[in-house]
């Protein structure tokens, strides 16, 4: 009698498959962290830019303290500088200051305005300087005394919604869970 032996065949090939489709679900985690890292650094670099754009009109503000009320944007319309805004024509308030004072507020206002919309950077003739709808409010609070310089833009994801405390650029994203905000609150010294 005679024993025949049996090969398998098609072995390898099978471990060649499997192996493939591990190799494909590593690939894919290793694609989604890619892109992951890269939404965390857009995010991170449009936060950087509003922190610059804030200091900047801080010390706007700052060096031209005396007309301090001429940069409050909230009885504007739109009340906020930026992407959409347009530019500031004349300044609002006729009774603080000297007239160079007043027309230094309002190409300070309008150089804010240009930075939020991303004229400081571009790339074929559009802006890209700046954070994705970057716009930027100015208000006082008499009862304290301070001012609020804030910068809102859209972020890249959804998180929570801003407080009603920050309200600068409300209801203009798709999804309030997008805006962002960041802000300084400062106080003006009355100087003579």
């Known amino acids: 009698m005679k024993i025949e032996i049996c090969h398998q065949q098609g072995v ?39 922190n610059v754009i804030v200091r900047d009109m801080v010390s706007r503000m700052n060096a031209n ?17 930026g992407t959409g805004a347009g530019t500031v024509a004349a300044s609002a308030c006729t009774t603080v200051g000297t007239a160079q004072e007043r027309a230094m507020a309002v190409q300070d206002m309008n150089a804010w305005s240009n930075l939020l919309a991303g004229a400081g950077e571009s790339a074929g003739g559009t802006n890209t300087g700046a954070m994705i709808g970057g716009r930027g409010c100015v208000s006082f609070d008499a009862a304290t005394n301070t001012y ?40 003006m010294a009355t100087l003579l």
Do not use: D, H
């Open 12 to 50: 390898s090939m099978i471990e060649m498959l499997v192996t493939m489709v591990i190799l494909m679900i590593g690939l894919l985690g290793v694609a989604g962290l890619m892109a992951q890292s890269q939404r965390a650094e857009m995010e991170s670099y449009q936060r950087v830019q509003a």
């Open 65 to 81: 303290r005396k007309v301090a009320s001429c940069y409050v944007t909230t009885g504007m319309t739109p009340a906020y500088l």
């Open 148 to 187: 609020m310089v804030s910068v809102a833009w859209q972020g890249v994801g959804l998180t929570t919604t801003p407080p009603a405390s920050l309200p600068c650029a409300a209801n203009l994203y798709s999804n309030e869970a997008q805006r962002r905000v960041v802000s300084l609150t400062i106080e």
